[in-house]
């Protein structure tokens, strides 16, 4: 079985300051992740994936992640915060090896303080 | 390249009567997926299709969801009849002719329910 964890359903970070979600993942096999953002009556977007080839991935809009197996952790993060990054957060898990069946995190309300 | 469309964007019904979501997946696109997301929680697989074939419904309530893909195109979801707790978005969502567990999924937009 395979599944995610998202540390704080809100976050809240002033305009220019580091943005961090935190995600946790739990897998038998070794995994694929992804974090997709939703803005306000949308559908969902693929920020950034990890496949293997790098430990630290980079997205768009200035995001990046980094997979640590010790830690079991693929936590997104941004430099400067945007008021254009304030939505939802997810974090998915694939299985490698098996069908496309993402499962996903409970997600994360980011909002940006002027 | 055209999203993925879904029809209707809202849809506000009565409990106990049926409704059904439409979707067209990215031209070429044969794999293709139906979530329900419920307020606060991700998303969560109802359905997936690989082309016109059915490759995952154990979370699919059988009693009362329904869908189909004609022709490994456009698919619909049905409800019927609708229950409170399916108040939600429905989320289509279409991936790569190559498939893959590594591949993107590209989502449409929604269709949010309620039901009164």
């Known amino acids: 079985a395979q599944s995610v964890t998202q540390l704080g359903s809100h976050v809240s970070v002033s305009e220019g300051a580091l943005v961090l979600l935190r995600c946790n993942y739990s897998s038998s096999v070794p995994p694929y992740l992804f974090w997709y953002v939703q803005y306000p009556n949308q559908g969902l977007q693929l920020l950034l994936k990890y496949t293997s080839a790098a430990t630290l991935v980079k997205g768009i809009n200035g995001f990046e992640a980094e997979f640590k197996k010790s830690e079991t952790s693929f936590h997104l993060t941004k430099p400067s915060a945007h008021m254009s990054d304030a939505a939802e957060y997810f974090c998915a898990v694939n299985r490698r090896g098996g069908n496309e069946k993402l499962t996903f995190g409970t997600g994360t309300r980011l909002t940006i303080i002027p | 390249e055209a999203g993925v469309a879904q029809s209707p964007r809202y849809k506000i019904i009565e409990k106990r009567q049926s409704v059904a979501f439409w979707c067209n997946p990215i031209s070429g696109h044969a794999t293709l997926y139906w979530y329900q997301q419920i307020l606060g929680q991700g998303p969560k697989l109802l359905i997936q299709f690989q082309n016109n074939g059915v490759v995952d419904d154990s979370q699919l309530p059988k009693d009362r969801f329904s869908a189909e893909r004609l022709k490994g195109v456009d698919s619909t979801l049905k409800i019927q009849p609708a229950k409170l707790e399916d108040s939600a978005v429905y989320l289509c969502?279409?991936?790569?002719?190559?498939?893959?567990?590594?591949?993107?999924?590209?989502f449409g937009p929604g269709t949010r329910l309620t039901v009164t």
């Open positions: 969502a279409s991936s790569s002719p190559s498939g893959g567990a590594s591949y993107e999924q590209y």
